[in-house]
């Protein structure tokens, strides 16, 4: 079964930092990965996905990497905002279903 | 395309009423999976449909809980005789297939006073 892994839980940085949120996951015999944004009390917006052939995806600030062997995937956002303050979540997909972490909570300070 | 649509945004049951959530797909999407958000908690996945199937429904509640997605129509997560610990945000997602992109509903969020 696979179980999936987000570290750190919570992490609050001051604006402009760069910072790297991980995800790890338990079986590698995955068809891709998705990181999604959540906002307080909103739904899931998706950033990026990853098949199980890339190694990596990029979108503004944004970089996600994959690396299955391992069962990690890393996000890490440039030069980061306030705005880019919520609920950072990766999804592990096969082929049934995606499997969460619980998230890391971020918090930019102006 | 108006993107996965779910309804209604709230929900208020009384305890013991029955609760039925609404999950319209992309337009072209024949998968569709279930999520139940509890307060302060990850997502937890319930169940995975393609259209007029059960895939997986290793995440749901044996009891009280049950879900469909017919030939037509939305898919529905139907939720009898609820109790205050049904109390959650739920999502729906849909894909084109089981390895392709998810994208999400903006969720349902039920109370059970």
């Known amino acids: 079964k696979q179980e999936v892994t987000q570290i750190p839980a919570a992490l609050s940085v001051p604006e402009g930092e760069n910072l790297v949120l991980n995800c790890s996951f338990t079986?590698?015999?995955?068809?891709?990965l998705q990181w999604f944004r959540q906002d307080p009390g909103k739904g899931l917006t998706s950033l990026l996905l990853?098949?199980?052939?890339?190694r990596e995806q990029t979108s503004g600030r944004l970089n996600a990497s994959l690396d299955k062997s391992s069962g990690r995937s890393t996000l890490y956002i440039a030069a980061s905002q306030p705005g880019d303050s919520a609920t950072y979540l990766c999804?592990?997909?096969?082929?049934?279903?995606?499997?969460f972490g619980a998230g890391t909570r971020l918090t930019v300070k102006p | 395309n108006a993107g996965v649509m779910q309804n209604p945004r709230h929900l208020v049951r009384r305890r013991g009423q029955e609760a039925r959530l609404r999950c319209s797909p992309m337009?072209?999407?024949?998968?569709v999976y279930w999520y139940r958000q509890l307060p302060e908690e990850g997502l937890k996945f319930m169940v995975y449909?393609?259209?007029?199937?059960?895939?997986?429904e290793s995440g749901m509640p044996k009891e009280r809980f049950s879900a469909e997605f017919p030939k037509e129509g939305p898919s529905i997560l139907r939720i009898q005789q609820v109790v205050r610990g049904d109390s959650a945000a739920y999502f729906c997602?849909?894909?084109?297939?089981?390895?392709?992109?998810?994208?999400f509903g903006q969720g349902t969020r039920l109370t059970v006073v």
């Open positions: 079986d590698s015999a995955i068809y891709n």
């Open positions: 337009k072209g999407h024949s998968h």
């Open positions: 997602a849909s894909s084109k297939d089981g390895g392709a992109e998810a994208f």
């Open positions: 449909l393609q259209k007029e199937n059960i895939i997986d």
């Open positions: 999804a592990v997909g096969n082929n049934n279903d995606m499997r």
């Open positions: 990853i098949q199980s052939s890339q």
